[in-house]
Every structure is written in structure tokens, then in C-alpha cells.
């Protein structure tokens, strides 16, 4: 079974499939912090914006990869093929090869956005890797690198050797935005192989 905290149909709001309809399918749990505010000062990823803990969010629960596909297909509710962005939490805790293929084999496209620190040992359509300061990075390949920015540890200049299609940097949403905004336009400006992106969803509200 498969602990899911949330599932609902959006837009994309950032990096490369910006703009693009999914149905995001968010994971319980995350090997880099509790998810609990009482950890949060001594976990490796302490930036976290995301509650991934338990199963109580819109269309959240325990299901078999059956029952999740028959919730996604509904919330997708659409003749056109589909597209599902597995989340998390860290979605490599739990996804897996036979999720992935029976969604596949239902004419949806799959993608995962992932921290990295878990190999990916099968097909997925579209690999992002968003690596924490911290932490050990085991995926060095895939369709997009979006790193939040700044995290002190983490050394863009190797980043950017790893085989990606896409280089993203996201300045980091807290108390130092407007300056996270600034440092991140300019790092680009500098380090053009890097692109900016921005949190499109939170800018215009899109729920
Ligand atoms: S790795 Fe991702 S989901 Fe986990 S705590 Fe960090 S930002 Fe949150």
C-alpha cells in the first residue's frame, strides 16, 4: 500500500513543465526531515514548505497501485492522455516500477520530483532532482536540476557537470525572499547554463 498525503489536479507552476495540467500525487514522509516543526532545527532539509506528513490532505489515504491509478483517472477527468507529477515528501521512499507501469500503460505520462538521495533503478518520462546542502546525492542524471538557492553546502559549479537538460536555480521562499530573489538573478546572470524559476503557483495563487 501506498501512503499518500494528497492527490489533486493543478498547474505546474514551476521549472521546466511550468504551466503544463497535472495531477500531483504527494507522498507521506521525507528521509531528510520528520515533517514535524520540532525536528525541523536539526534535520538535514530544514527549508521545507511542504506538509508531507500523514494521510489527511484532498484524496489522501493508503492505496494499492489499482486504487491510486482509479483516483488519479478521476481526478484527471479527461479524454486527453494525462500527466502525474509524483511528489512528496520523497516520492523514491515508496514509489516504485509497478505504479509507474500501470499508470504508463494508461496513457499517462509520469514525473518525479525527487531530492536525489534514492537511485532510480526504472523508467520514469521526466526526472526532476532538486539536491538538499546536507545531503547525498545518488542521481546524476536526468531532465531537470532545480536547485533552491542559496543552501551553503551545495557547489553549483559541480552541479552543473552532472548530465541534466535543464538547470534550474529557485531562490529560497523565507523571511530573505526579496534578497534570495536578487542573489539568484544574479547568480544566473553570471552562470547563464543556469535558469531561473520561479514559484508561478504561489505568485498567482493557483490552488
Ligand atoms: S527534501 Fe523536499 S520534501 Fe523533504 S524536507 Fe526537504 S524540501 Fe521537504
Known amino acids: 500500500m501506498y501512503s499518500v498525503k494528497e492527490i489533486y489536479k493543478t498547474i505546474q507552476g514551476e521549472g521546466a513543465q511550468s504551466g503544463r495540467t497535472a495531477v500531483f500525487v504527494r507522498f507521506t514522509g521525507c528521509n531528510l526531515w520528520s515533517g514535524k516543526e520540532k525536528h525541523r532545527a536539526n534535520a538535514i532539509c530544514n527549508f521545507c514548505d511542504t506538509d508531507f506528513v500523514g ?6 489515504g493508503k492505496y494499492s497501485a ?3 491509478l482509479e483516483v488519479i483517472k478521476t481526478i484527471w477527468d479527461s479524454k486527453v492522455d494525462g500527466y502525474i507529477v509524483f511528489t512528496g515528501g520523497e516520492p523514491m521512499l515508496q514509489l516504485d516500477k509497478d505504479l509507474i507501469e500501470i499508470c504508463r500503460a494508461s496513457n499517462f505520462e509520469t514525473a518525479i520530483e525527487t531530492n536525489g538521495t ?8 521526466w526526472i526532476c532532482v532538486s539536491p538538499k546542502s546536507g545531503s547525498v546525492l545518488k542521481v546524476f542524471k536526468g ?16 552541479l552543473q557537470n552532472l548530465i541534466f537538460d535543464h538547470y534550474f536555480l529557485q531562490p529560497m521562499d523565507s523571511e ?5 530573489t536578487l542573489d539568484t538573478i544574479n547568480y544566473c546572470k553570471s552562470n547563464p547554463k543556469w535558469k531561473l524559476s520561479l514559484q508561478q503557483h504561489k505568485l498567482l495563487g493557483i490552488p
Open 55 to 60: 494521510t489527511d490532505g484532498e484524496n489522501g
Open 118 to 125: 534514492i537511485e532510480i533503478d526504472f523508467a520514469i518520462d
Open 176 to 180: 530573505k525572499s526579496e534578497q534570495n
Open 143 to 158: 531532465n531537470e536540476l532545480k536547485v533552491v538557492f542559496p543552501q551553503e553546502e551545495l557547489k553549483l559549479d559541480q
Open 66 to 68: 489499482e486504487e491510486l
